[in-house]
């Protein structure tokens, strides 16, 4: 063979055996674990026993914020749960967790305003936020639209409360990204305010739906500023509120909120385990966090969610299936303000030297599934690549390199951990909010969810890495 | 070279040249294109104009079933819209069409129990369905769950009521199949009970929801049996219906509805064309049907998927985008119970001797989008396929073979004939019922869909097919 064909000719043999061989085993992947995925999804969707838990969660439970008896009572249903599905060891693993209480005073209500005196604003305190004094505090309002804005009016705002009124950013097709683009609003915005002498901040909820509903999530103190009172405000009253100071821009508003940070308390992360059959010191993390905001019932996050994770168990379990590597589904306390579950677990297994093969986390809702996010080198990614078949039967249509979740991310030393991506355009209209409710899941589209979860549990079992 | 390598080396090279001709091919695609698919579905996701325009016609028309007053109402609406978009022509274009008016009484009581006389069913009757004789029609049920159970039974349904409840089987991930799996009861149900003798029917709605909403439709009579009337009846109370049956088999149900079936009338299609600036003569198509059943307002069937299309047209005038093949977009009369405005267009087309390049219809709901669904040569749609880094920004994931829709189905000699495919697992629990309303529809799912739209649309006249 002449030389000058065959050195092209040679690469482009092995680029297409590459590609033929990813088919090849593409196919060995779906005629071997067809059945066995046919009859996950034919169970979810039939007995559909997650949802009817997650009923039982919302309607006799409610929201479960860390270091709140409901967070206790929740930790005790779900021991309670995975005993009933007798599964190989059930236990409660401590946690510190911060305790803040809302309370009973969270309002707002302009005054010295010659038209909107008296008007009352729809908000709802800030995770992790101080009280206001007896009273509430009482100042004028500046409207701040980026922390550049705030820098230019720095001599604008002391004494005053400050109003960040960036909206979500709707062109964004991908709903997290318009998340992150004004969540830093609600985040440092307080103590970023504190640090030019603001003496309160009121957020624009970070929300996808046009309503009036407010929507929380924790603050960060910057510990060398003053800690200032901070509270969400819904979209029809921030735009009020917009809209009120063009015409008045020195009315005022008193803010008062009897919330309260009191000291760490213990709690716990729930775990369940099924012991691999043939490699037992493998183990394959699925889970969620347990923990949710104090408002509606945290039905999309996490509490559906997580509950497609336990349920992946009783699939296992309810389905006889025997996995060959351990299957441990992890309930992590404290997501929301803190990561003392995430914490402990990785302190745990550093301690015990535990191997983690891999860790699926459902923390972006329970809408239809659309794909897994996967942090892992990009050979693991490209062998996963090849399950496609078998997890496209409950919707997943990719595998893509990309983040994965808080509470597994502390994890070290995994292959893979794996971020359950479910559609997206509805989350951030329900998610930290009154509107996070059960009629708010749809019981196909959380199920096919646990489908997809439990299918690719399955495949890293039987499969490895 | 050796011949025996030098043969199985060209298959691996022809093969191998396909593979990476068609991924440079999406390249060059995704540079030409990706802006302006960025800026339609910035402009469609900030804009939110179809989702307006969808929440004026269900507040201000609301249903719009062939023959009735409020299906010319929106006619005209539509009409308006195009013209106030100043597109090149708009036009009416006549279509025979059935008149079928529900009237006012549909009930369903049951009598002669001793546990249950005087309980009212939720019914609804079955569009193109005869009315009883005033008083109704009073008689024993017989409960029937497939043709093979009615064929066994057929010397019982003599002068009885046949209640078809076969559910709809939750299994199927995509629910067309369950939809499809259900409705034959309701379409042939009748008539093939009336063969046996039946003088009634009463069908379970073919739906996914578990309520108590009636979900309509149409059956089709066969015209060598006596028609019968027949009424869809709520899953809740299908149930119960079910379970009294066990209890007391010789109860009778009076079933009473005073709809009627009418002469055709004159309606119309409603068409609306931007001419193309280099290929006039090549026509693409995008539609959906106008009327829809007359229960709820059709937000989902086919309201909002309509307003998709007309919203295609909308973009590309306030985009200036000029194209370069004919876009015209067509709002079918007729589609839910006779085919009149598809009919009516596939001739006019046959008579004009217009050359269609492709259509495309969207009429599965306006849930986020998942992918398109083409009728055409395998080769036409590996072509199309290079689009699909293009069109996965407005979330489509995929384009397959299979069916496309009702109405375009019937034009001739197009290229591709293209479904437009979005999420489906909701679409059969608001279905023909009362649940199909605004609120249901989504903001952004919807507009999510009118991007992917205007998207393959664009790419469709810019590179032909």
Redo the contacts between chains.
């Keep these: 063979?002449?030389s000058k064909?065959a050195v092209p000719?040679f690469v482009?043999?092995l680029?297409?055996i590459q590609?033929s061989s990813q088919t090849e085993q593409s196919k060995k992947i779906l005629d071997k674990h067809s059945d066995t995925a046919e009859q996950i999804?034919?169970s979810s969707?039939?007995e559909?026993k997650g949802y009817e838990w997650l009923r039982d969660l919302c309607e006799n439970i409610g929201p479960r914020l860390s270091g709140s008896e409901e967070s206790m009572i929740a930790i005790h249903w779900a021991e309670e749960k995975f005993n009933q599905m007798g599964v190989d060891s059930v236990w409660l693993q401590p946690a510190m967790v911060p305790k803040w209480v809302r309370g009973n005073i969270e309002k707002a209500t302009i005054v010295k305003s010659n038209k909107f005196t008296g008007r009352e604003l729809n908000v709802a305190s800030l995770g992790s936020s101080v009280g206001t004094p007896k009273g509430g505090i009482t100042a004028e309002v500046i409207e701040i639209h980026s922390f550049k804005e705030l820098e230019q009016k720095a001599e604008e705002v002391r004494g005053k409360i400050v109003f960040f009124n960036r909206p979500f950013n709707?062109?964004f097709?991908n709903?997290f990204r318009g998340y992150g683009d004004a969540v830093d609003q609600r985040g440092s915005g307080p103590s970023k305010a504190a640090k030019f002498g603001a003496i309160g901040a009121i957020v624009r909820s970070v929300t996808?739906k046009y309503d009036n509903v407010p929507h929380v999530g924790t603050l960060f103190y910057d510990n060398s500023v003053k800690k200032i009172p901070a509270a969400a405000i819904g979209l029809i009253d921030a735009d009020f509120l917009s809209n009120a100071l063009k015409e008045e821009p020195n009315l005022q508003v008193n803010l008062e909120m009897d919330c309260e940070n009191f000291e760490n308390v213990l709690s716990y992360n729930v775990i369940a385990q099924i012991n691999g059959t043939e490699f037992p010191d493998e183990i394959i993390v699925v889970g969620g966090h347990w923990d949710s905001w104090d408002k509606g019932c945290g039905a999309h996050d996490d509490g559906a969610p997580c509950i497609q994770t336990m349920e992946v168990l009783d699939i296992f379990k309810r389905l006889d299936i025997k996995p060959k590597r351990t299957i441990r589904c992890v309930l992590f306390i404290n997501e929301e303000n803190g990561i003392g579950g995430a914490l402990a677990y990785a302190d745990s297994i550093k301690s015990k030297n535990e191997y983690h093969l891999a860790a699926i986390e459902s923390d972006r809702g329970a809408y239809?599934p659309?794909g897994f996010s996967v942090t892992a080198d990009s050979l693991t990614i490209l062998g996963m690549q090849n399950w496609l078949p078998v997890l496209n039967?409950?919707?997943i249509?990719?595998i893509r390199p990309g983040g994965s979740g808080v509470d597994i991310s502390r994890i070290e030393g995994a292959k893979a951990l794996i971020g359950y991506v479910p559609?997206d355009?509805?989350y951030f209209d329900v998610h930290h909010s009154d509107n996070d409710v059960f009629d708010e899941v749809?019981p196909?589209?959380m199920q096919?969810g646990t489908s997809a979860i439990a299918i690719l549990t399955y495949l890293l079992s039987e499969e490895g890495l």
Tied chains: 1, 2.
């Design positions: 063979m002449n064909i000719l482009f043999l680029l297409f590609i999804i034919k969707l039939s559909m709707q062109t097709v709903t996808s239809t659309r039967k409950s919707l249509e990719w559609d355009q509805r749809h196909r589209e096919l």
